[in-house]
């Protein structure tokens, strides 16, 4: 059970602890230790019940949140189709559970809130991304070095291992994006590379960090502003320079947290790849099965319920079935990912494929 504390706490425990850390040796560069979804395929969400349309709701955020890890794209629920899929979320569902998480005040009061843990289908996800068009960042995905300095009014300070709780928005944040950041160790040497974080100088923090693997870098700085907290990054990837932002917020934390999300922004915009499934089409599909108005109804409806069918257009009817012609949005091929056989079954290929009516 995750314990929160407001960022000044954490600030000032990470500065009582830098006598300390030349003391500290580490193996290796860990993570951050809250308990939160592992698999791509997990999410978790606060709710404010256990009621059934609370967990509806909270299955479609976490369903989004999920196709937010697999393709890297935080807007990914604005894309077509996925709003649509989205409203399906609890026929993906493999299986859910809660838990409480406290959180202590400022003031010593703890609250608690409640988090639906939401795992799916991984067959069923795999194919609603293909036949959606989504972009996937594919696994395993690499571990940035995080070097980040704070500097609360008194110095600039690096975070290391021994300060990981300090850094716990962005390393949370990054595994909600889908990946991982480390940390240095934050021996001596590395300490006195707060300098070099502060002024920018990415060719000195890559030599620094080749002891580590992979050679990517998320260097980032946050100090006071006007408004209250500002943050500058920069993202490195095999001593290149993928992207530079800056963001000011009132609270430390997020300022912070928005370190992970421009690394993932980046990281996305060179690695991540489009299914090639299909691409958008009319196709003229024969529909079998239907013997009066009550049969055409559910045919219509069944079509519109698919995130992939963006328009509907009968063409003529025959003695053999309803001809029309389908907008699809990955064409034929994500129509094919996405049908349901328990209500429509394909019973003929070619260039014009049939399929009835069950």
């Not at 649509?84 to 559970?97: C, F, I, N, P, S």
């Amino acid at each position: 059970m995750h314990v929160s504390r407001p960022i000044a706490r954490m600030l000032a425990g990470m500065l009582a602890a830098a006598a300390l850390w030349a003391g500290h040796a580490f193996a290796q560069r860990v993570e951050g230790e809250r308990a939160v979804a592992q698999s791509p395929y997990e999410a978790e969400v606060p709710v404010r019940s256990q009621g059934e349309s609370e967990r509806e709701a909270g299955f479609a955020r976490a369903l989004a949140q999920v196709f937010g890890k697999l393709s890297g794209d935080r807007s990914v629920s604005s894309r077509p189709g996925v709003g649509q899929e989205l409203r399906r979320a609890a026929a993906y569902v493999e299986h859910y559970d809660y838990r409480q998480d406290e959180t202590v005040g400022s003031g010593g009061a703890p609250s608690y809130q409640t988090m639906l843990v939401v795992r799916f289908r991984q067959e069923d996800v795999d194919a609603l991304a293909a036949a959606l068009g989504l972009p996937i960042w594919p696994q395993p995905r690499p571990k940035p070095v995080l070097w980040l300095a704070i500097d609360d009014g008194r110095g600039p300070r690096l975070v290391g291992l021994a300060q990981r709780n300090a850094a716990q928005p962005v390393l949370r944040r990054a595994i909600e994006r889908g990946y991982r950041l480390g940390l240095p160790q934050g021996n001596a040497a590395e300490q006195a590379a707060v300098g070099a974080i502060w002024r920018g100088d990415t060719g000195a923090i890559a030599r620094l960090s080749a002891r580590y693997s992979p050679p990517m870098q998320l260097i980032g700085k946050l100090y006071r502003s006007r408004s209250g907290w500002k943050a500058d990054w920069i993202f490195v990837d095999d001593g290149r320079v993928l992207s530079r932002w800056s963001e000011e917020h009132a609270d430390a934390r997020r300022a912070m947290a928005t370190g992970a999300d421009g690394a993932a922004d980046a990281l996305v915009a060179r690695y991540a790849k489009v299914s090639p499934v299909g691409e958008p089409a009319v196709q003229r599909i024969v529909f079998t099965g239907i013997h009066g108005a009550a049969d055409y109804l559910r045919l219509s409806a069944a079509l519109q319920r698919m995130s992939v069918v963006r328009g509907i257009r009968p063409v003529r009817a025959t003695p053999d079935g309803l001809e029309a012609e389908l907008d699809l949005l990955t064409g034929l091929a994500g129509f094919r990912r996405i049908v349901d056989p328990a209500v429509l079954q394909e019973e003929g290929g070619g260039d014009v494929p049939v399929y009835r009516l069950r």
